[in-house]
């Protein structure tokens, strides 16, 4: 080789290392669509990965959904990347499977302790491997990443959720985040009640199956960024619905549901309404604007004989009256004004408003009295819930929550102490259709003083623990554990109208059948439970383990627990051992929850989804000559560049040119 070409080659490996280091600086974001963006030039969008493949396919039972989504990214750019998704369907959601494809081969998560599968992913990721991560990173949001994204592939990921789909009179509401108008969506409704079906999104073909409906769609209408299908449910008012699940030699689970009827009360009562408004500085930006907004509506929708204050608070309280006033044009014009007026600012005493704003209700007998607090809830809990408990004056408290921090067991807390609904506004434009709801809730309570029984079953863990009042468009639902093995009877008691009533049904493990999300759901409220203590009253080891233990057995993802998916040959040493561990510690969490295990085994979800197998322990694959240590190249939180032949160009160019330097001192 002659010195000129061994100068080229080592020129050009040069380069090319050059160019491969650069692509380490790209990232890729995922929310529907793939989007690359430049670090150093943060607002500077390169181009979106275009989504080319979008499925839906969901099966309802009742009113549990399982849904599947599987969406294929192409990788338009000459850069590998890093993806990262973020997935949002519905508060009540719960990711219960993930998998990712390598060329033709998938890969399916396991759930694992979060931080034991984020150590394992890092270190793999160092290395220029495959893995891939699921976590939840906020109140009904999801985030995965993945890598690597080759130049010009298609990446193929599937996620599958449960959610107990909302009910509000007879109709019931099925949403799920799309990419693409073409996207295609296929949902079996297993429901013999269900009837005229349709959706404000998409056009449908609707057929009838036995014990159901099908549906699919058939193209967009409009630019939606969603599928919203609602289906009407045909049955007597006041009607309870019942689902259980029992396996052999294990307690078993219950769900109980009640819609409160449409048009159950068509007098709307004069009520005395006051309006306690966040204005704290933790409330800047959307979240004030969504506040007033809010507010303004509520203020709009007010009858001439009701009653109306507003109290503007951060950690000082300012009221507009002293109490609330007749809701004539003129207070209602002052009060829109001093809605308008309120900007964002200081500190935040949630337990400082709630006691101005009871304080100065009126005592006549007879008049509802509302509180609606327009908050993050980013406040002290104990003074707060301290407020509500030893206030014995019949007012009923109704939180809204606004903004991307909401403490949202603060709220709801708040809301079921005093009897009231904690509602969580995502975004400006279900504003009106969130308050048009809430108002119809606060004219009165349709169904208090509610309690539940169970006959031929000994029950236990019901959740929520104290069950709330039932509103005009409101459901209740509640979930448990029995012991017993014929059929069981549930029986609602309560009052409606200032008539005692007591509504019964009635349910048989072996006639119903298996449905395994009867078992999960009631876990979730379980963990739903404990993490609301945790907000509360702070994290305890205690409560923190059974969140883990709990969700590693019944695979669903929590703030301590997470999916990771990753070929067995991608493992380092490392990797490995701390893989081992984790499972190591999911088995303990399985052999503590036995009925989980038999829950999983029996199948029997809505879905009809296998539960993902784990991983097979395997040797990790190394490379001739290369050690186990820990490869500094890379990192998870940012893209990591380089083809898998990169690191060896990286070390062969400064070789070559070395070898070129002495080859011409030779000379």
Excluded at 497 to 520: N, Q
Aim: charged share 25%.
């Amino acid at each position: 080789m002659t010195k000129t070409t061994t100068w080229a080659v080592a020129f050009w490996l040069m380069v090319g290392a050059v160019a491969h280091a650069q692509t380490a600086t790209i990232r890729v974001q995922l929310r529907a669509e793939l989007e690359v963006r430049d670090p150093a030039r943060p607002t500077r969008t390169l181009g979106p990965l275009p989504l080319t493949e979008e499925r839906v396919e969901a099966v309802v039972d009742g009113q549990f959904a399982t849904t599947e989504l599987t969406q294929v990214f192409h990788n338009t750019s000459s850069a590998r990347l890093e993806g990262r998704y973020v997935l949002r369907p519905t508060m009540d959601a719960r990711v219960q499977g993930f998998a990712y494809y390598v060329g033709e081969e998938r890969i399916v998560g396991e759930v694992l302790e979060r931080q034991a599968a984020r150590r394992v992913y890092d270190e793999v990721t160092r290395r220029r491997r495959d893995p891939a991560i699921l976590e939840q990173t906020a109140d009904g949001e999801f985030t995965f990443r993945v890598f690597p994204i080759e130049p010009a592939e298609d990446k193929r990921v599937e996620i599958t959720w449960g959610e107990w789909l909302e009910r509000r009179g007879d109709d019931v509401t099925y949403r799920v985040p799309l990419g693409s108008r073409n996207g295609q969506a296929t949902v079996l409704i297993r429901d013999a009640r269900a009837r005229r079906v349709r959706s404000p999104t998409h056009r449908l073909d609707v057929e009838s199956v036995e014990g159901g409906l099908r549906v699919r769609t058939r193209g967009a209408l409009g630019d939606a960024d969603e599928l919203e299908l609602r289906w009407a449910i045909e049955e007597p008012a006041w009607t309870p619905s019942a689902w259980v699940h029992r396996d052999e030699g294990h307690d078993g689970y219950f769900l109980l549901s009640l819609a409160a009827p449409e048009g159950f009360e068509d007098r709307v009562s004069a009520k005395d309404v006051t309006l306690v408004l966040d204005r704290s500085g933790s409330m800047s930006g959307a979240a004030i604007a969504n506040a007033r907004d809010a507010a303004s509506d509520v203020i709009r929708r007010l009858g001439h004989q009701d009653r109306l204050n507003v109290v503007a608070f951060d950690d000082d309280v300012q009221p507009l009256f002293h109490r609330p006033r007749a809701a004539h044009a003129e207070t209602r014009a002052d009060a829109l004004a001093f809605v308008s007026g309120l900007r964002s600012g200081g500190g935040t005493d949630i337990a400082y408003a709630l006691r101005t704003a009871l304080d100065g209700q009126h005592d006549r007998a007879g008049r509802p009295r509302v509180v609606i607090f327009l908050t993050d809830g980013q406040s002290a809990p104990a003074p707060v819930l301290e407020v509500a408990e030893r206030d014995r004056r019949d007012v009923r408290v109704f939180t809204v929550g606004v903004g991307d921090g909401v403490n949202r067991a603060l709220l709801g807390r708040l809301a079921a102490v005093k009897r009231g609904s904690f509602t969580f506004i995502d975004r400006a434009s279900r504003i009106e259709a969130e308050v048009g709801h809430l108002y119809a809730q606060i004219a009165r309570p349709l169904m208090v003083d509610v309690s539940l029984a169970v006959e031929g079953a000994v029950a236990s863990r019901i959740y929520p623990r104290s069950l709330p009042d039932l509103f005009v468009d409101d459901e209740l639902v509640v979930s448990g554990r029995f012991r017993g093995d014929g059929p069981v009877a549930f029986v609602l008691r309560g009052r409606v109208g200032g008539r005692a009533v007591e509504l019964r049904t009635s349910a048989a493990p072996e006639v119903s059948g298996p449905r395994g999300w009867v078992g999960r759901r009631w876990a979730q409220a379980r963990v739903d439970d404990l993490l609301e203590r945790m907000q509360l009253e702070g994290e305890q080891p205690e409560l923190r383990n059974e969140v883990t233990s709990l969700a590693l057995a019944y695979d669903f993802v929590t703030p301590y627990t997470a999916f990771l998916a990753i070929p067995a040959r991608e493992l380092t040493a490392s990797a490995a051992r701390t893989l081992s561990q984790a499972r190591a510690q999911r088995r303990g969490a399985q052999a503590r929850h036995a009925d989980a295990v038999a829950l999983r085994s029996a199948g029997g979800d809505a879905g009809g989804a296998p539960m993902p197998e784990p991983m097979a322990d395997a040797e990790p694959e190394v490379a001739p000559g290369v050690a186990l240590s820990a490869d500094r190249g890379g990192c998870a939180s940012c893209t990591v560049g380089a083809p898998r032949t990169a690191p060896r160009a990286l070390w062969l160019a400064p070789a070559l040119i070395g070898l070129a330097v002495w080859r011409r001192r030779r000379s």
